[in-house]
Each structure stands twice: as C-alpha cells, then as structure tokens.
C-alpha cells in the first residue's frame, strides 16, 4: 500500500480534532504533495541537518514545526530567491534533489487540545500530572529551587545554552510554561500572576520579556524567567506528534529526525 503526503494532510485534519485555521501557515512548502511517500521524518526545524538526515533515513515526507526558509509566513522567500541568496539556493536545490516534500505543521499541532507542544514537553519534564487543570501551562511542583528547576529543563529538553534571571537559590513551587515563542503579552500576563514563581519559555525578546522578568525579581514579586532556546522548548512537541503520526500513516515509517540545538555556551 502507498500513501501520499496529501492523504496524510487529510488524515491529520480528520483526527486532529480542530479545524485548519482559514489563514494558516499549515500547508505544503516544497516538493509534489501528490508523490507517494516513502517514509516520514517529523521535526522541530527543518535545517539543512535535519535534510541530510531524513534522506539518509529514506524519509521524504519532511514534516516541519518552523519554516523551511527562515520566515514563518514564507513572506521572505521569494525576496531570497530573487537576491540568490547562498543559503536559500543551497537548501531549495537540496530539497529539489531529492524529491523532499516539506509540510509546515505549526498551527493546528497548537490548536489541538491539549496543546501537542505543550503536552510533549510537559511529558519529557515530567510535569504532566502536576499541571491545573483550570490553568493550561501552569504546573504545581514539588519545592525546588530556581538553579535546580534550570537544571533540570535543560537535561530533560537537552538545552546546551539554557538562561535564566533570578538567583539560583530562589524558592520555585509553582511554574508557567511556554515553549516556543509567544511573545511580550503572553509571557507577561504570567510573570505577573501572583501564583506562579518562573516563567519557563523558548525564547523572548530581551528588551521586553527580559527586561520585565528582572524587574519582577527585583520589586520581589517572582523568582524568575528561564529561557530554554527555541528548538529544544519545542523538540519534544514534535516527538509527541511523530508518536502520533505513526498511528495515522502505518503504510511507511515515521520517525522524528531531532534538530540540534544551534547554540552553545562558550566554556570558561
């Protein structure tokens, strides 16, 4: 039996749950959705890494939580195209080589409920039985401290240039998750509720998420902002939904192909 990379878009939306947002950035980016698929490789951000490794694989449905040409609504790529950008020629002439199709899954995989991300995250923490169930994202955890919480995100989500503000030893019961990137209004009205200690995320704007959590920990009224990096918040959210896929396409293999965590720390 074979199975297309359209059919298997047609079987995410019948067993999804939500409906496919009218404007979306879920939809095909490269390659013949009509071609039969030999296997699947599902990933947090389809690098030209994770390319190389899902060929390797046999895997030619690449299904991708971020884009594939570095600009999350595709507005970008035809101004790469036309400047030729080295990049972009290298990774588009790859994709082509190859006979990859790439399928941007981002917004109906968060849609889901509960969140995929989120509960593929949760999972790898540890945390899923500890989260309100009134509050999506807030966990009641075992007393901890801030450097211990740290830690313990950064082995578990296997974050090699994780950050946080607050002092080390501060007191953490009671912790907001939000992985990816969601920006200075979701990340505030966190920080500022008076039931949660930290606020573990992707990703955020320094000037603003930053700038606001150091000010929370200095006026007294949290202990922290852990910033994990953008691909190992999310990597495990995407695990979640290769275990997911597998259910749905057993005419071939899925697997996730994990991308890197592009940054390190220097050693001192």
Known sequence: MTVTARQVVERIGAHVGVPWR??????????DPDAPVRGVAVTMMATFDVLRDAVERGLDLVVTHEPLYF?????????????????YAAKSAFVAEHGLVVLHLHDVWHDRRPDGVLTGVARALGWLDAERPDVEGVYDLPPTTLGAL???VAQALGARA???VGDP???????????????????RRLLARPDVDVLVIGEGHEWETGEYAADAVSAGLCAGLVVVGHVP?????????????ADLVP???VELVPTADPFRVVAR
């Open 150 to 152: 740290a830690a313990h």
């Open 251 to 253: 005419e071939v293999p």
């Open 71 to 87: 600009d999350h609504h595709g507005a970008a790529d035809a101004e790469l195209a036309a400047e030729a950008d080295p990049v």
């Open 169 to 187: 030893d501060a007191p953490v019961r009671t912790v907001g998750l939000q992985p990816g990137f969601h920006g200075f209004g979701p990340n």
């Open 162 to 164: 994780l950050r946080y």
């Open 233 to 245: 918040s999310e990597q495990e959210g995407m695990a979640e939904a290769a275990r997911w896929l």
């Open 22 to 31: 009218e404007r979306t950035v879920d939809e095909f980016l490269a390659g």
